[in-house]
């Protein structure tokens, strides 16, 4: 079975830092992956998607990169902004159109 | 409609009652997924529907949750003689089917059932 870490747990860092959450899965046969942020109360919001042929994907102040072989992605967040505030969450995909199992996420502050 | 919609969004109901959560996914999206998340947790899966059919229910956790997407758009997730632990987030997400698609998920804002 399919299983998902995200490593920190909580992450607090002042304005203006780059910083990486990580993400390992345990069964590297996967479909794709997908970053997403969940803001307090709300539902998800997708941010990224690397397929499995993907080694890295961009969206503006983010890059999401994955290593398959080694079960790692990670998600890379430039010049970081209050409003960047939340919890980001991984989540892999075995085939397509199944489930996506998902991590618990990295709830992340980011201080004035 | 332009993103998935979810009803209620918030659901408090009596232990042993029966509850029904909505979820009318993206207008052409035919795979229909219900997910469950509790505080301080990743969503967990629960179901996956490929069109009417249920392609994959493994994650029901027993025989009191069912849902239902008769007609392959909207689904209803019905659950009978609540519990306490039934008390979550209910997510639905939608995505598009097809070799050529990404199997992107797009997500509801999500029913918090609450059950006293």
């Known amino acids: 079975k399919q299983e998902v870490t995200q490593i920190p747990a909580a992450l607090s860092v002042p304005e203006g830092e780059n910083l990486v959450l990580n993400c390992s899965f345990t069964?590297?046969?996967?479909?794709?992956l997908q970053w997403f942020r969940q803001d307090p109360g709300k539902g998800l919001t997708s941010l990224l998607l690397i397929q499995s042929s993907q080694r890295e994907q961009t969206s503006g102040r983010l890059n999401a990169s994955l290593d398959k072989s080694s079960g790692r992605s990670t998600l890379y967040i430039a010049a970081s902004q209050p409003g960047d505030s939340a919890t980001y969450l991984c989540a892999v995909q075995k085939h397509n159109n199944n489930d996506m199992r998902f991590g618990a996420g990295t709830r992340l502050t980011v201080k004035p | 409609g332009a993103g998935v919609s979810q009803t209620p969004s918030n659901k408090v109901t009596e232990k042993g009652k029966y509850v029904e959560l909505r979820c009318d996914p993206i207008?052409?999206?035919?795979?229909l997924y219900w997910y469950r998340q509790s505080l301080g947790q990743g969503p967990e899966f629960l179901i996956y529907?490929?069109?009417?059919?249920?392609?994959?229910d493994s994650g029901l956790p027993n025989d009191r949750f069912f849902a239902v997407r008769p007609e392959g758009s909207v689904s209803t997730l019905k659950i009978q003689r609540t519990e306490r632990g039934d008390s979550a987030v209910y997510l639905c997400?939608?995505?598009?089917?097809?070799?050529?698609?990404?199997?992107?998920?797009?997500f509801g804002e999500g029913s918090r059932l609450t059950v006293l």
């Open positions: 529907f490929q069109g009417t059919g249920a392609a994959d």
């Open positions: 207008s052409g999206h035919t795979a």
């Open positions: 997400a939608s995505s598009l089917h097809g070799t050529a698609n990404t199997g992107e998920l797009f």
């Open positions: 069964d590297s046969a996967i479909y794709n």
